[in-house]
């Protein structure tokens, strides 16, 4: 195997970061290939945490290289905030360990000015970061890309049309003060100096290693529920989260994806507005919150917190092609006495075990549940499935046979190393 996908099968915030982290190891390229610096992947390591928002988790391996495809929304003054700060703490020493697509959007200051503005009118929950305008700016045709940065009057040309537009948007219909040419244009060449280096065409770079017969890792943003397509719409993110969306946020073919792995926490989290049928809304919330530091990677918004949710894991497993799944956070529910987990939806007298398009059918579902026993124990000191205690290996075993999926990684604890059987991904 050479090329696997790794998605998150919730809305996001399962652990992904520390699941790419963990198997960086065995890869050769980590390519980033949708969303934005609205995403947070948390790793810690030796008791020291990083929080990365667009390089890809695989910084941290002073071998490999970290690619951010043309999927992904930049915004460069959080990249080159991203790299300062990385390299104060000792690490991304090379700077032929980056590369950003010359086909990447770029998030100008008017997109977050909007995303800001709208949000307040909306209330979809976005992070204000101005993810969704630069999208729409994409999809309209009058997106400014990197390779448009990196020629000059390529950009001013550009840069001029779209500030028409923009601040005639802002101040007649949203009420916000313009922008002036100068102060963005001024602003974005000299990021251009900066991010200038990094700069490639990277879907050559990945086709020409995946035929030398290197092991490429796909890291996804987000989660699948989240996806604009298959997601909890509108409440989502502005980009396609799912797996399929690795081809065309990286310049690669289908035929070129081996496997896809899916990661879920050990129960369930969303950030923002939108249905949530495990939702807890009591103290048992607020324990699952308190003892996950359940706080936005991103926003440090307060996370929702629930009991895990067999249907919409069910969901991601069918549209992203999921085959293997890693478990995260499972030391979170050391201390409960009883555990549940959602097997279906009840509306209308009806119980269903998929996650239904309609808004409305979903925000009304009652959560049909499997109650189980609790652990009462410390399992960060776990390495082996068998290490588990008799009621946290069935709560693990019990979730795989609702979900259908094996279940290969079972992460214990925040540290790399706390983290039972993991294995090379590009080998099986």
């Not at 100096?193 to 987000?222: C, M, P």
């Amino acid at each position: 195997m050479a090329s696997v996908v790794i998605v998150g099968a919730q809305w996001g915030d399962e652990g992904k970061g520390k699941i790419v982290d963990l198997l960086t190891q065995y890869a050769d390229i980590v390519v980033r290939f949708q969303g934005g610096n609205n995403a947070g992947h948390t790793i810690v390591l030796k008791d020291e945490k990083f929080v990365l928002h667009l390089i890809p988790s695989g910084i941290l391996y002073a071998d490999k290289t970290c690619i951010i495809g043309n999927g992904v929304v930049l915004d460069p003054a959080a990249l080159i905030e991203e790299i300062l700060e990385i390299r104060r703490r000792g690490y991304f020493k090379d700077d032929s360990q980056l590369m950003i697509s010359e086909e990447t959007h770029l998030i100008l200051p008017y997109h977050r000015k909007i995303d800001v503005a709208r949000e307040r009118i909306f209330k979809i929950g976005t992070t204000g970061r101005g993810i969704g305008p630069a999208y729409e700016d994409k999809v309209a045709r009058c997106g400014i890309r990197v390779v448009d940065l990196m020629d000059e009057r390529v950009f001013r040309e550009k840069l001029e049309q779209n500030l028409v537009q923009k601040n005639i948007y802002l101040v007649e219909v949203l009420r916000e003060k313009g922008f002036e040419f100068s102060e963005i244009f001024d602003q974005y060449l000299r990021f251009k100096e900066q991010i200038g280096k990094y700069v490639r065409d990277t879907s050559l770079v990945l086709n020409e290693e995946i035929r030398k017969g290197k092991h490429i890792l796909f890291e996804g943003a987000q989660g699948t529920l989240l996806d604009v397509d298959h997601g909890t719409y509108p409440y989502v993110t502005a980009s396609n989260t799912v797996a399929g969306n690795a081809c065309a946020g990286s310049g690669i073919g289908p035929t070129l994806i081996d496997s896809v792995i899916g990661v879920a926490k050990a129960y369930t989290t969303r950030v923002g507005e939108g249905p949530f049928p495990t939702e807890l809304k009591d103290e048992l919330g607020d324990k699952i919150r308190r003892r996950g530091g359940e706080y936005g990677a991103t926003t440090g918004r307060p996370r929702r917190c629930g009991w895990f949710d067999a249907v919409i894991v069910n969901h991601s497993i069918r549209v992203n092609g999921i085959g293997r799944m890693a478990i995260t956070k499972l030391d979170v529910l050391n201390d409960f006495d009883r555990i549940k987990i959602c097997v279906g939806y009840r509306w209308n007298g009806k119980v269903y075990s998929h996650v239904p398009s309609n808004l409305e059918m979903l925000k009304e579902s009652e959560p049909v549940y499997e109650e189980m026993e609790g652990w009462r124990s410390d399992i960060r000191g776990a390495r082996t499935f068998s290490d588990l205690p008799r009621n946290a290996q069935r709560y693990i075993r019990r979730i795989e046979e609702l979900i259908d999926a094996k279940i290969e990684m079972v992460s214990v604890g925040s540290e790399r190393t706390e983290t039972i059987e993991v294995k090379n991904p590009f080998l099986s």
